[in-house]
């Protein structure tokens, strides 16, 4: 099945996969209108990123991406309202690819009327219009894509943000993940047969069983994405975890439940970390074996970015070609637009 390019095609009608080919180039582009923003260097005492789903993740990984290289604290909040803390010191970001997401709408006249420094990111929609009729400083990016396929975009777009403001910088590290999704894209491309293309193997190995994928660190929201797009794309049930916090309650169960024979459980970046997460990984594999499928996989490049946008790559091939062995197109969501539409009438 996945070694037709003719079949894959026919259950991905909608061109999902060569969006995903085009991260690297979303990556820069979304950069560069972050930093055509107008913002002005700021010290701000917290970052606070404002989205939901797809339009999310990118904070979730921008968050994780300043752990290491910015002593100001970010979140990421998903709700109707910034949090307490949030004043005329915070930077908020405020992130909806369509624009019109009711939920970071709210967020935005929270943070106004807490007189923080906004900037938003939306390919148009409300969003836009009250930047323009605010003076809210907005990266616009390209319309008529599925939210989930913007994570270039809106990724690049929040790195050009706090690099604009000073509180990071990316060095050559947006160039070097460029490469490395460059060749990822060669990889796992549809003509790459399976033998020779790991998201395709990943797929099948996973394929009539429930992933669970579990991230450390830096991959701990690479995981999430992983679930999303299993989630969204193929449309099965799909789920993440974090360590060392898994080891503390969720490693009974798989070792002990004779259920985890229906689970695929996925580590990400066992050696990428500190030697001990390296021995925890080996050693949880090893117990939850006894029960569950286990195995991992590991980052490429040099950088932090890259190697976390290089594991985003390849989770977002891999949930195309489980739909494809699940026979439903990708880029379908119907309960999310059915919700919408009863939510709209209340």
Not at 37 to 58: D, P
Not at 62 to 81: F, G, H, M, N
Not at 88 to 93: A, E, H, N, Q, R
Not at 180 to 206: F, Q, R, W, Y
């Amino acid at each position: 099945m996945l070694d037709s390019v003719k079949n894959i095609r026919a259950v991905d009608r909608k061109g999902m996969m060569s969006l995903i080919g085009k991260m690297p180039d979303h990556l820069s582009e979304g950069l560069r209108r972050g930093r055509r923003t107008g913002l002005s260097k700021f010290t701000s005492k917290n970052i606070v990123i404002c989205g939901m789903g797809g339009s999310a993740i990118g904070g979730d990984l921008l968050k994780a991406w300043l752990t290491d290289s910015c002593a100001i604290p970010c979140e990421v909040i998903r709700s109707y309202a910034v949090p307490s803390y949030v004043g005329k010191d915070s930077l908020v970001i405020v992130a909806s690819y369509s624009g019109n997401t009711e939920e970071s709408l709210c967020m935005l006249e929270d943070a106004r009327k807490k007189r923080s420094k906004i900037v938003s990111i939306s390919s148009g929609g409300k969003l836009a219009d009250v930047a323009s009729a605010s003076s809210i400083p907005h990266a616009r990016i390209p319309t008529g894509l599925p939210p989930r396929a913007t994570i270039g975009y809106m990724f690049g777009a929040m790195v050009g943000v706090v690099e604009r403001v000073g509180a990071a910088k990316p060095d050559k590290q947006v160039e070097e993940s460029e490469r490395i999704l460059a060749k990822i894209s060669e990889l796992c491309g549809p003509a790459v047969p399976t033998l020779d293309n790991p998201a395709k193997k990943i797929a099948h190995e996973m394929f009539g069983r429930i992933p669970v994928i579990v991230g450390h660190g830096a991959s701990a929201p690479v995981a999430k994405r992983w679930a999303n797009q299993l989630n969204e794309n193929a449309k099965c049930l799909a789920f993440s975890s974090e360590l060392p916090e898994m080891d503390h309650n969720e490693i009974v169960g798989y070792s002990s439940d004779p259920r985890g024979k229906g689970f695929s459980i996925v580590f990400l970046d066992k050696d990428a970390g500190e030697e001990r997460m390296t021995d925890r990984i080996e050693a949880t594999i090893d117990i939850v074996r006894c029960h569950a499928q286990a195995h991992s996989i590991e980052s490429s490049g040099s950088s932090p970015m890259s190697r976390m946008l290089s594991l985003v790559m390849l989770g977002d091939y891999v949930s195309v070609y489980t739909a494809v062995l699940n026979k439903v197109d990708p880029s379908s969501t119907e309960p999310i637009e059915r919700l919408k539409t009863i939510l709209s009438k209340k």
